[in-house]
């Protein structure tokens, strides 16, 4: 800190002085207007990243944000936080916390949801509601149309797409028969997208694939899952390995088989078998993470190859596994559900100036190789992903990778990009009242 430079404490500073600090130093342009925004989540909150890096930068904009979620941990039903005032679901404590969970299911026409939305919606009087991928979109296109509010979808992932993954991987229970039947979820996604003011993707990809459904283009914006720039500004860490210590990768994100996993744990042992020292941290947690601890100790991984570090908070993972890492890893299986979606963890690692290794899922595939970000492996080989990886052995290499990476964060992948389109896509939805009517 320089002489004279004065500290401002969290009492002292203003809330979106506060906000800048608190959202990793980024600081939103001031809106023309000051919008009221309902954004509803279908799970509780806190937390979720993509969620939370939208509220808090409509408020730091200026808008009065208000988030509508679910309430499995019986947390106070309202609460104000720096991105916006949570409203929760009204625990049923009669029910009991297993059975109110139960009735607290995001259906596409829950009363008890459209019950909380739209009491929220009649208190708060929104200029827009935003409703965050499909399971809630028709109850917020519902509502929006009863109280003349147009509502902006935001699609972060291919929901019908995921719901066939569910399915093909033969994972269903049996009430996704019933709630989660991939047939009745594509038709709710097109009724909603014929509805919706305007359509939030993530990635080009996802806006092909909309406008082959029909949405036009001018309704859709790309709102994509960057970091701040300031992420990369940061002088990336300098990874020196000793000789003979191994080469570390690192991945971040759910347990689970089709984030390719199994293809991971094989090529870890390919290359032990080979001789060549490489070490797998693993962070996050997942329906199948027994799945992949039983296969590190069927093929006699031990600590020194692979570690389950299981779930570590977002912050806390990028400044310890990730900037202790050699190699970022996103060994996705082929799927329409990961070929129109894009993950947080690769412009992460890339902010980190980490090289990366990623399966050959469309997008993926094509942001590692426009931006010589790393290397490209065949999705679902393992022999393909242990010669990616032999591939990067090379430091020098590593490290051109890495800087690439961070270039192409600095000069396009960043949250202060995607921020133009997420606020000028707000205010064409608040002008739009007409279509929901």
Not at 57 to 85: F, I, K, M, Q, Y
Not at 136 to 144: D, P, R, Y
Request: hydrophobic share 45%.
């Amino acid at each position: 800190m320089a002489v004279g430079e004065s500290v401002m404490t969290e009492a002292q500073a203003t809330p979106r002085e506060a906000l800048g600090r608190w959202i990793v130093g980024y600081r939103s342009p001031i809106a023309d207007r000051s919008l009221r925004v309902v954004y509803l989540w279908d799970a509780d909150y806190p937390w979720d990243v993509r969620t939370e890096k939208i509220c808090a930068t409509l408020a730091s904009a200026g808008h009065d944000v208000h988030v509508v979620a679910r309430n499995r941990a019986w947390r106070p039903t309202r609460e104000c936080l720096p991105e916006g005032t949570v409203h929760r679901m009204r625990p049923w404590r009669f029910a009991g916390r297993r059975l109110d969970s139960v009735l607290g299911f995001p259906l596409f026409f829950s009363p008890r949801w459209r019950r909380l939305l739209d009491r929220t919606v009649r208190a708060e009087r929104p200029d827009v509601i935003i409703v965050r991928d499909i399971p809630l979109a028709a109850t917020a296109i519902s509502v929006g149309r009863r109280r003349g509010v147009p509502v902006v979808l935001d699609l972060a992932e291919n929901y019908p797409a995921m719901m066939r993954m569910i399915f093909e991987g033969r994972r269903q229970r049996l009430f996704d028969y019933a709630l989660r039947n991939p047939a009745a979820v594509a038709v709710v996604e097109r009724y909603c997208l014929t509805r919706a003011a305007r359509v939030w993707v993530v990635i080009d990809e996802m806006a092909e694939r909309l406008v082959r459904l029909g949405v036009p283009a001018d309704r859709i914006d790309l709102v994509s899952n960057t970091p701040p720039r300031r992420r990369a500004e940061a002088d990336p860490p300098v990874r020196m390995r000793k000789p003979g210590e191994p080469l570390t990768l690192v991945y971040l994100g759910l347990l689970e088989i089709d984030r390719g996993l199994g293809e991971l744990l094989d090529a870890v042992a390919l290359l032990r078998d080979e001789g060549c020292a490489v070490r797998c941290t693993i962070v996050g947690k997942g329906r199948d993470a027994e799945i992949f601890r039983r296969q590190a100790r069927a093929l006699h991984l031990g600590e020194e190859s692979v570690r389950f570090l299981g779930f570590v908070d977002r912050e806390t993972a990028l400044a310890t596994a990730v900037r202790d890492a050699d190699i970022g890893v996103l060994p996705n299986h082929m799927n329409e559900a990961w070929n129109t979606t894009i993950p947080n963890k690769l412009f992460d690692y890339m902010a980190e100036a980490l090289p990366v290794i990623s399966s050959n899922v469309a997008p993926f595939a094509r942001i590692v190789r426009d931006t010589q970000a790393g290397e490209v492996f065949e999705a679902g080989n393992a022999q393909s992903l242990a010669d990616a990886i032999r591939r990067l052995t090379d430091a020098g290499r590593r490290t051109a990778c890495g800087a690439s990476g961070r270039a192409a964060v600095l000069a396009r992948y960043h949250w202060e990009r995607d921020t133009e389109a997420l606020l000028r896509g707000l205010e064409l939805a608040a002008r739009s009242v007409s279509r929901v009517r």
